[in-house]
């Protein structure tokens, strides 16, 4: 069964840039497979996908967030990242990094879930 | 806003069935999967795309969908159902993932 762990800095300044790893355990991530996610949830209120990353380094982004976003794997350590860009409070929010398999069709969905991390834009 | 819509709350007496909704075009095309979230934990997946319960979730959990409107039915709501539910899909465009804004479902 696949594992998921966010780490990074709880408290960011705004205007800076938001940093966060996720790592997998309990699967290879170079053999394929999952799209690796980042989704985010603002204090009380829902659920938003920032976007994902597959194996091979292909990615896609939410266009409401695509100028200031970057995920980046590395599967010698079976990690992937996020970094987002000049943020400000409404970026405040728990970040969540999700497995999503590939499966055959269109029909995609979130597995596994991280515990979540939260960060803080503050100065 | 989001392009999947769910009403914000829906309550149910122990033992009932309940159905919660999610309304969006994109769900005419593509399939929905549902996210149960309780307080402070992270969402867990209890309908996959293909109306398949993951290994662990109790069999009173189904999912549905016709038109422009994905469902998710719990039959015979128990307790510890009492959660946020979150239902996914793509977008209007297909390429990008959106979520509903969730609806509380209170168990009486």
């Known amino acids: 069964q696949v594992q998921l762990q966010e780490s990074g800095p709880g408290l960011v300044k705004p205007s800076q840039t938001l940093s966060l790893t996720c790592t997998v355990s309990g699967g290879s991530m170079s053999s394929g497979g999952y799209y690796w996610n980042w989704i985010r949830q603002h204090p009380g209120k829902g659920l938003e996908w920032i976007g994902y990353i597959y194996y091979s380094g292909s990615t896609n982004y939410n266009p409401s967030l695509k100028s200031r976003v970057i995920i980046g794997i590395d599967t010698s350590k079976n990690q992937f990242s996020l970094e987002l860009n000049s943020v400000t409070a409404a970026d405040t929010a728990v970040y969540y990094c999700a497995s999503m398999p590939w499966v055959v069709g269109a029909t995609r969905y979130f597995d596994y879930w991280g515990q979540g991390a939260l960060v803080t834009v503050s100065s | 806003s989001s392009e999947l819509t769910q009403g914000p709350a829906v309550s149910v007496a122990l033992g009932q069935t309940v159905r919660i909704t999610c309304q969006g075009d994109?769900?005419?095309?593509?399939?929905a999967s549902w996210y149960q979230q309780k307080p402070g934990q992270a969402p867990v997946l209890v309908i996959d795309?293909?109306?398949n319960r993951p290994s662990g979730i109790p069999v009173r959990f189904s999912g549905s969908r016709s038109g422009n409107t994905a469902s998710l039915t719990i039959t015979g709501a128990q307790a510890e159902d009492e959660s946020d539910y979150y239902c996914?899909?793509?977008?209007?465009?297909?390429?990008?993932?959106?979520f509903g804004g969730g609806t509380k479902l209170t168990v009486l």
């Open positions: 795309g293909r109306n």
């Open positions: 994109s769900l005419r095309r593509y399939d």
């Open positions: 996914n899909s793509r977008d209007s465009s297909g390429y990008y993932w959106v």
